[in-house]
């Protein structure tokens, strides 16, 4: 869930991030809809770890 948009799990079927330096990055959202990107300010690695746990494939 972003600030606009909600995305069901099910539509999900994988996340990346690539930091561009220490103070932000982009999240990619992938998607059945396309990919989403997203700023971030931290390495959303523990999101990641917690997605991979119950994600549906």
Same mark, same amino acid.
């Given at each position: +869930?972003?600030? !606009?948009?909600? /995305?069901?799990? !099910?539509? $999900? ?5 690539? +930091?561009?330096?220490?103070?932000? =990055? ?5 998607? @059945? %809809? =396309? $990919?989403?990107?997203?700023?971030? #300010?931290?390495?959303? !690695?523990? /999101?990641? #770890? %917690?997605?991979? @746990? $119950? !994600? #549906? #494939?």
């Amino acid at each position: +869930m972003t600030e !606009e948009k909600e /995305f069901p799990i !099910e539509q $999900v079927f994988d996340l990346s991030y690539k +930091m561009l330096s220490n103070q932000y =990055g982009f999240f990619y959202l992938h998607t @059945t %809809k =396309g $990919v989403i990107s997203l700023h971030i #300010k931290d390495a959303p !690695e523990e /999101f990641i #770890k %917690k997605f991979r @746990t $119950v !994600e #549906k #494939k």
